[in-house]
């Protein structure tokens, strides 16, 4: 089965209401594992792009991202740094590659926790 949102399908997705999100990395910050994605949503009339910096468990058993303790200590979990704001889904999704996303690579909300889990190699 496919993962993947095309661009169309992401914009279509935002548009509806949705959250699309895309795993970005998982590095070392400070020497400790973290993991960095990104989030796209509607939000008061607009769309904000929110990034997303949490210390890495490394447990196949816990793979909800958002449940992760973000790496800044003043972000409560699940909260993120909003990046971006657009007045459209096209513009956000422009912006979420400024930090790094790729076009191509969006998945549905949730979704993310499979791309982290296929990352570590646990599949």
């Not at 399908?9 to 209401?17: D, H, T, V």
């Not at 997303?52 to 447990?59: A, F, Y």
């Not at 973000?70 to 400024?98: F, K, M, S, Y």
């Amino acid at each position: 089965m496919r993962r993947h949102l095309t661009c169309p399908e992401a914009i279509a997705a935002l548009r509806r209401g949705k959250v699309v999100e895309q795993l970005l990395a998982l590095e070392p910050h400070n020497h400790e594992p973290v993991v960095r994605w990104l989030s796209v949503s509607s939000r008061g009339g607009a769309f904000g792009v929110t990034l997303h910096l949490v210390h890495d468990p490394c447990d196949p058993t816990f793979l909800d991202l958002s449940e992760f303790a973000p790496v800044n200590e003043d972000e409560d979990v699940g909260e993120g740094t909003e990046a971006g704001r657009a007045a459209d889904p096209e513009e956000a999704l422009h912006i979420a590659t400024q930090l790094g996303a790729a076009s191509e690579r969006w998945v549905n909300e949730f979704v993310v926790a499979e791309e982290y889990r296929d990352a570590h190699g646990w599949s």
